[in-house]
């Protein structure tokens, strides 16, 4: 069975940095490891996201800040979380799609950033 699961989340001040890491396993093939972010009272919405062919793709606001990296090949994905916000403050989600179509989602890690 796949499971996904994320470490690295914590309490941090504004300015500082974390990594995220996102492991699965279970799964043959993927197609894009991603990582989601929902803060209070949000929307769920895509940070970044890495493809099987090594493309990655950010949310502008954390362009420059923050930096995904990994081998999909052995299932495991980072976040580099650098020059934090308050409001980036919120629950980061590792989401790993299949080959298929089928999305995996960890249970999240809470990052929490402070003025």
């Known amino acids: 069975q796949v499971q996904v699961v994320e470490s690295g989340g914590g309490l941090v001040q504004a300015g500082g940095s974390l990594r995220l890491s996102c492991a699965a396993s279970?799964?043959?093939?993927?197609?894009?490891m991603a990582w989601y972010h929902q803060a209070a009272g949000g929307q769920r919405e895509l940070v970044a996201a890495?493809?099987?062919?090594?493309?990655?793709n950010y949310k502008d606001s954390v362009k420059g800040r923050f930096t995904i990296s990994g081998d999909n090949g052995k299932n495991t994905v980072n976040l580099q979380m650098n020059s934090l916000k308050p409001e980036d403050t919120g629950v980061y989600y590792c989401?790993?799609?299949?080959?298929?179509?089928?999305?995996?989602w960890g249970k999240g890690t809470l990052v929490t950033v402070s003025s």
């Open positions: 890495i493809d099987s062919g090594g493309s990655a």
């Open positions: 279970g799964l043959r093939f993927m197609r894009t």
């Open positions: 989401k790993v799609s299949g080959v298929w179509g089928t999305d995996y």
